[in-house]
């Protein structure tokens, strides 16, 4: 992690649990985790060890049962539903395994979806900020196609402008490679690398049960029994692929 940037993210003992089958299952069971600007992380996990719950949390889409989650000085706990949504829009950005991009939009019209509740820009300013975003991923070309008109790499580029557009402080990556072959995945993974690199105070989360892909984080932690502690990255790389 770095050693001067501002914290942007923090979890403090934060828990959560589930009613299945008529039992309790705890995927976090006291989780902490700082995240400061800048931050690559990878976070891994067995499958079923809670690693989409802790996603959830950290990017404000549940709530925890307990402990803090503290997002750029702001204790989310102590803020509304509407007040939380409006803030993850301004602070989040998420790119997901399966893209989540809407069929009947064009490319440009999916990746200004997030701004739509942003009441501080104005439609033109929407347009050039999913415009803009769309061509930092090579894309631009592009604006005015549907999903079906794009190949699986060129969906989740679009994905990824969709939360650059939104100008995050924090990536969260969700197997972002997942629905990808190799090559493509690793051509997205780049762009997105390149995208941080320039931009030094973007923190970067991913999540991901791929330990190569993993050990190309700057620090890494493996969620097991609802904790979360550090992996060396050498470990990492050297584990091949989980499940």
Same mark, same amino acid.
């Given at each position: 992690?770095?050693?001067?940037?501002?914290?942007?993210?923090? /979890?403090?003992?934060? %828990? +959560?649990? #589930?009613?299945?089958? =008529?039992?309790?299952?705890?995927?976090? +069971? =006291?989780?902490?985790?700082?995240?400061?600007?800048?931050?690559?992380?990878?976070? @891994? %996990?067995?499958?079923?060890?809670? +690693?989409?719950?802790?996603?959830?949390?950290?990017?404000? /889409?549940?709530?925890?049962?307990?402990?803090?989650?503290?997002?750029?000085?702001?204790?989310?706990?102590?803020?509304?539903?509407?007040?939380?949504?409006? &803030?993850?829009?301004?602070?989040? =950005? #998420?790119? #997901?395994?399966? &893209?989540?991009? @809407?069929?009947?939009?064009?490319?440009?019209?999916?990746?200004?979806?997030?701004?739509?509740?942003?009441?501080?820009?104005?439609?033109?300013?929407?347009?050039?900020?999913?415009?803009?975003? /769309?061509?930092?991923?090579?894309?631009?070309?592009?604006?005015?196609?549907?999903?079906?008109?794009?190949?699986?790499?060129?969906?989740?580029?679009?994905?990824?402008?969709?939360?650059?557009?939104?100008?995050?402080?924090?990536?969260?990556?969700?197997?972002?490679?997942?629905?990808?072959?190799?090559?493509? =995945?690793?051509?997205?993974? %780049?762009?997105?690398?390149?995208?941080?690199?320039?931009?030094?105070?973007?923190? @970067?989360?991913?999540?991901?049960?791929?330990?190569?892909?993993?050990?190309?984080?700057?620090?890494?932690?493996?969620?097991?029994?609802?904790?979360?502690?550090?992996?060396?990255?050498?470990?990492? %790389?050297?584990?091949?692929?989980?499940?």
């Amino acid at each position: 992690m770095s050693e001067s940037g501002a914290e942007v993210l923090a /979890l403090r003992e934060v %828990g +959560k649990s #589930f009613a299945v089958g =008529g039992h309790r299952v705890e995927p976090l +069971k =006291g989780a902490s985790l700082t995240v400061t600007e800048g931050d690559y992380v990878s976070i @891994v %996990g067995p499958s079923g060890s809670g +690693k989409s719950t802790l996603l959830h949390v950290l990017g404000c /889409l549940e709530r925890p049962d307990w402990g803090v989650v503290r997002i750029g000085g702001t204790e989310t706990g102590q803020l509304t539903d509407d007040d939380l949504s409006a &803030f993850r829009g301004r602070v989040l =950005g #998420f790119v #997901f395994q399966r &893209f989540h991009l @809407v069929d009947r939009m064009t490319a440009l019209r999916n990746v200004a979806m997030p701004l739509d509740y942003r009441d501080d820009l104005s439609p033109e300013e929407r347009r050039d900020r999913a415009y803009e975003a /769309l061509e930092r991923v090579g894309l631009a070309a592009h604006a005015d196609h549907r999903p079906r008109q794009l190949s699986g790499g060129q969906q989740q580029r679009v994905a990824i402008a969709r939360a650059l557009a939104v100008r995050p402080r924090i990536l969260l990556l969700d197997e972002p490679t997942g629905n990808l072959d190799p090559d493509t =995945g690793a051509s997205v993974m %780049g762009i997105i690398e390149a995208l941080r690199n320039a931009d030094p105070s973007l923190a @970067v989360i991913l999540v991901t049960h791929d330990m190569e892909l993993a050990a190309r984080a700057e620090s890494c932690y493996r969620l097991e029994h609802g904790v979360l502690t550090g992996v060396p990255l050498v470990q990492a %790389g050297s584990a091949g692929g989980g499940a």
